[in-house]
């Protein structure tokens, strides 16, 4: 696995002079860095409870960071905001709108589907993926890879049984806005429930019982 996440990181390396940092945070939860090689901005996604790991990344990078950028309010994303906004004030807080009226910590930014971010030279396009909970987001970077938060995960999607939860969102927001994206997109989901810590798009729309689904009354009966 160490040599595969190596491959794929000099591929992104090599063609949009970026990197992606996936952190182990405690709790099964992933972290991640993103940031640009060339302008050394970063930007960190879900702190979790501890952003020790994610923190010390970045110092031993000599990072900018520029976004906390948070998928959406659970406090098992965003426990260490607080603690991060005090080592870096000038660095941005980012959510959607309902997600971020519901965080008990103040936002700096709000995001709207299809907006964009740049990280140095690197591209973010938000998408607003309702269904885990309300103003849950995804994170397309640079056209390259996806950051799906607790919308996707390998083989599953995030439960919708939990406050600010729809099942009949989440089935939508999967048809809707996460199929129709290119195959090639290499996903990294919020936490490690699955075979494997990532996993291309199109290999979890050819196995992923919810991607799976043809209609409501199939991803219902997904156990």
């Given at each position: ?21 996936q ?11 993103i ?49 991060l ?22 936002v ?52 919708t ?25 290499i ?10 810590p990532?996993?291309?798009?199109g ?21």
């Amino acid at each position: 696995m160490k040599k595969l996440k190596q491959t794929i990181n000099n591929r992104l390396n090599l063609l949009h002079i970026m990197a992606i940092e996936q952190i182990k945070a405690g709790f099964d939860n992933f972290s991640y860095v993103i940031y640009c090689l060339k302008r050394q901005e970063a930007a960190i996604i879900d702190p979790s409870f501890d952003a020790t790991k994610a923190l010390d990344f970045i110092l031993s990078k000599n990072l900018k960071l520029k976004y906390i950028i948070l998928t959406h309010y659970h406090s098992d994303h965003t426990g260490d905001t607080c603690r991060l906004k005090e080592s870096f004030p000038n660095v941005k807080i980012i959510s959607s709108k309902f997600d971020g009226e519901n965080m008990g910590f103040n936002v700096d930014e709000y995001v709207s589907d299809n907006d964009k971010l740049k990280v140095g030279y690197v591209n973010l396009k938000i998408i607003l993926t309702p269904g885990h909970t309300q103003g849950g987001i995804c994170i397309i970077v640079d056209n390259q890879a996806i950051l799906t938060g607790d919308t996707l995960f390998i083989g599953d999607c995030g439960r919708t049984d939990l406050p600010g939860g729809n099942f009949e969102q989440m089935f939508n927001t999967l048809q809707e806005k996460i199929k129709p994206l290119p195959d090639n997109l290499i996903l990294y989901p919020g936490h490690d429930y699955g075979s494997k810590p990532f996993d291309t798009l199109g290999n979890q729309k050819r196995t992923n019982k919810v991607l799976l689904a043809r209609n409501l009354d199939e991803f219902s009966k997904i156990p």
